[in-house]
């Protein structure tokens, strides 16, 4: 493309005649000669298209599924495969070839996609093992720890829209080792694979086997299910405990169902009920606008059922099941509530703090504080990272991490990423602990809060159509930062791109107040958003009564909501 409203009828001639599929040459086709009879609406889709080659990044490659170079389809994926083919050959140096999993969830054209990426492997003189169906992202994830692979490649745009497809690539095996081994790929990796990828000089030139990858057996999913029921104890009290907890589950139409109820029945909890409506892998998702269990609405179909079945916990997976949301019955608000992810990355973290002795406690730089309380009190370590898995997941002895967006990661030496599986079985254990005491979350929340201070987060987020506006934001914060916010002075103002506390340098800002309130805004990773994360915290005494915990609860409440309208004045940020 020479412009941006410029299109090159021989350039998408020539990705068509490269293309190997052809349902989305066909599409472009049919696009060319639209555009190429006036259709407005056709050239810009073409501009869009064509805009360059969807970028590989720390994330993975993740568009809309359609034809041409910027988008989600085999071309790309081919391409995408040779690439990282071509890097493995140069870091694994030694005799025997690389090893690499490969496993895929139920969205529109992953099977295709794994095994395009499987033939592609195959040819390049890699050791492919294709896992035996669409499965979730976890257990992919403990797949390249537990076969000691060199990579894995998970073909699953996770909880996107239904018209996006992506691929997650972890490096394990020989090609990455110490703490990072099976986790995500970062920093310089991605720059790296992403020119083996601009490297390929076309679909045509990269060879595909027909056969001689292996498709593991189910004995890999086995070993998944065992290892992760076994985080929930099994005496025979436990086990008790386990079988009062009334569970209602939905996995929003991905692939977690199945995997999700073996784990929690073989861990002892066998009175779960799975959301009907949404039970069945569909990759349409006809019951959410967003298959996100932030989103508002994604819950009410579980919630639902829970009143029904007068259930004592929901847990909703994201659609490749890497997150878990978790909704209560919270006494103080009169019926069922979804919780925070902050509140549940305290939870767990408190959980398995209690039962560390040694090692790390880790989440993100926009994600509550009150981890590293709870780690300085159960005298455990505590790092804060960049946001995304790929970082938290890196901690050197790490024991518990999370991030707010729903991710945490319980069990490290089995999945080194978040895992909304092996988590949702510890939120389990613990509630089926506390029913048992006839408490609930809510009680050890306010338990935490005497302890350590009420911390409470929320969001401001807002939608930009147009990318440069974003921009234009953090530009304006960097000008002209709040010179105070909910009432309270700023003292404070950290440009994150300088980089701090040891992190690498990235777009955004951290501001604090005298009151000791945080925000932390950036553009997202993978939505056309500026977030602005927000924190509030208000002291507690150890022994403070149930009315005290309530009113420091709404003093919280009202300074979140007096620092979420400055922000978005101070920020002139429109509505979300």
């Avoid at 349409?284 to 004592?312: K, M, Q, W």
């Avoid at 002795?357 to 590293?372: F, K, P, Y």
């Avoid at 990272?385 to 069990?411: P, Q």
């Avoid at 080194?416 to 050890?444: P, W």
Wanted: charged share 20%.
């Amino acid at each position: 493309m020479t412009g941006k409203h410029a299109w090159d009828p021989d350039e998408v001639r020539t990705w068509i005649a490269d293309d190997p599929d052809t349902s989305t040459a066909d599409e472009l086709a049919t696009l060319l000669a639209a555009a190429q009879g006036g259709d407005d609406a056709a050239r810009r889709d073409l501009v869009d298209r064509f805009a360059g080659l969807l970028q590989f990044g720390t994330a993975g490659l993740r568009g809309a599924l359609g034809g041409g170079p910027n988008r989600m389809n085999r071309a790309v994926v081919i391409r995408a495969a040779a690439g990282l083919g071509a890097y493995l050959r140069q870091v694994v140096t030694d005799e025997a070839a690389p090893k690499v999993v490969v496993g895929y969830d139920a969205r529109h054209r992953s099977a295709d996609f794994a095994h395009d990426s499987a033939a592609v492997l195959t040819a390049a003189g890699v050791d492919v093992l294709l896992l035996p169906r669409a499965l979730p992202t976890p257990v992919l994830a403990f797949a390249v720890r537990h076969l000691d692979a060199d990579a894995g490649i998970m073909v699953t745009a996770s909880h996107n829209p239904a018209a996006d497809n992506g691929y997650k690539v972890y490096l394990g095996g020989r090609a990455v080792t110490g703490p990072g081994q099976g986790a995500q790929i970062v920093p310089p990796m991605d720059a790296d694979i992403a020119a083996a990828i601009a490297a390929v000089p076309s679909v045509t030139a990269v060879p595909r086997a027909d056969e001689g990858w292996t498709v593991v057996g189910e004995d890999v999913v086995d070993a998944y299910v065992a290892a992760v029921a076994a985080l929930a104890p099994q005496d025979d009290e436990a086990r008790a405990r386990a079988a009062a907890l009334r569970i209602v589950l939905t996995p929003m139409h991905g692939v977690g169902a199945a995997t999700a109820t073996r784990v929690l029945a073989q861990a002892g909890f066998t009175d779960v009920t799975v959301v009907p409506q949404q039970a069945e892998p569909d990759p349409d998702f006809p019951t959410v606008s967003f298959p996100n269990p932030e989103e508002p609405g994604a819950l009410d179909l579980a919630l639902a059922l829970a009143r029904e079945r007068e259930a004592d916990l929901v847990v909703a997976l994201d659609p490749d099941a890497d997150r878990c949301s978790v909704a209560v019955v919270d006494p103080h608000a009169g019926g069922w509530r979804q919780l925070h992810g902050d509140e549940v990355g305290a939870l767990l973290g408190a959980d398995a703090a209690a039962g560390a002795g040694e090692g790390t406690l880790a989440c993100s730089i926009v994600s509550s504080r009150l981890l590293s309380r709870i780690a300085g009190a159960a005298g455990l370590g505590f790092v804060s990272t960049l946001t995304g898995f790929k970082w938290i997941s890196r901690t050197d002895g790490l024991v518990f991490g999370y991030e707010e967006a729903l991710g945490y990661c319980v069990a490290p030496a089995l999945v080194r990423d978040k895992d909304g599986i092996s988590a949702s079985v510890r939120v389990a254990t613990l509630a089926a602990t506390l029913k048992a005491q006839q408490r609930g979350l809510v009680d050890e929340l306010d338990a935490i809060a005497r302890r350590h201070g009420l911390y409470l987060t929320g969001q401001v987020a807002a939608r930009f159509d147009d990318p440069g506006k974003i921009a234009a934001v953090i530009d304006r914060l960097r000008a002209a930062a709040p010179t105070a916010l909910a009432g309270s002075p700023v003292t404070t103002v950290t440009d994150l791109s300088t980089g701090v506390d040891g992190l690498l340098p990235t777009d955004g800002f951290r501001i604090f107040t005298a009151a000791d309130d945080r925000v932390v805004v950036r553009p997202s990773g993978t939505e056309p958003k500026v977030k602005c994360y927000l924190e509030v915290v208000v002291p507690l005494a150890p022994d403070a009564p149930d009315e005290a915990v309530a009113a420091a609860r709404a003093t919280a409440r009202a300074r979140l909501d007096a620092l979420a309208g400055d922000v978005r004045t101070a920020l002139d940020l429109p509505e979300a």
